[in-house]
């Protein structure tokens, strides 16, 4: 029952079709499942306060611009996150610095979303509670990254 393992390099080519094959299913129903939780989360989300929107596309493209909007102001917050690191002593006032700026960040990026589709209308109140929640949930699982 002692099989023999041989490295990927010696393998024959159906061999390596099969491996690189199966790797490349399990990574794409991976982010399969990944996706659908996101995109399920933002439309459980959008039920739950009232959000307007056209169609299920309109989602799609709002979770996709903020990604793409959202990585630019994420850079910008991690920015001045470091320089408040660099200057805050104490802890309490660096996380609610971190807060702040976290919910500053978010609050940009779904307001220029918000405004730039005309097919999603998103109340005021909605994008504050949206913007403090994503907010609060970066700071607790940043707490670990942030002062030893």
């Known amino acids: 029952m002692s099989k023999k393992y041989l ?3 010696k393998l024959d080519l159906k061999s390596k079709l099969g ?14 499942i ?3 939780l996101i995109f ?6 959008f ?9 299920h596309t309109s989602i799609l493209l709002f979770i996709v611009l903020c990604f793409i909007i959202g990585g630019v102001f994420e850079f910008i917050g991690k920015i ?4 408040a690191a660099l200057t ?5 006032t660096y996380r609610s610095l971190k807060f702040m700026i976290d919910f500053a960040m978010n609050l940009v990026t779904f307001h220029i979303v918000d405004q730039f589709m005309d097919s999603v209308f998103i109340p005021s109140n909605v994008l504050f509670i949206a913007a403090a929640l994503i907010a609060v ?12």
């Open 40 to 45: 399920f989360g933002v439309a459980g989300f």
């Open 137 to 148: 949930i970066e700071v607790v699982f940043d707490e670990k990254k942030s002062f030893s």
């Open 47 to 55: 039920k739950l306060f009232g959000v307007s929107y056209e169609s």
């Open 7 to 9: 490295p990927f390099r």
């Open 80 to 83: 001045l996150i470091a320089m």
């Open 88 to 92: 805050v002593e104490d802890k309490t």
């Open 34 to 36: 990944f996706a659908l």
């Open 19 to 32: 491996a690189i094959i199966g790797i490349a299913i399990i990574l794409f129903a991976a982010l399969a």
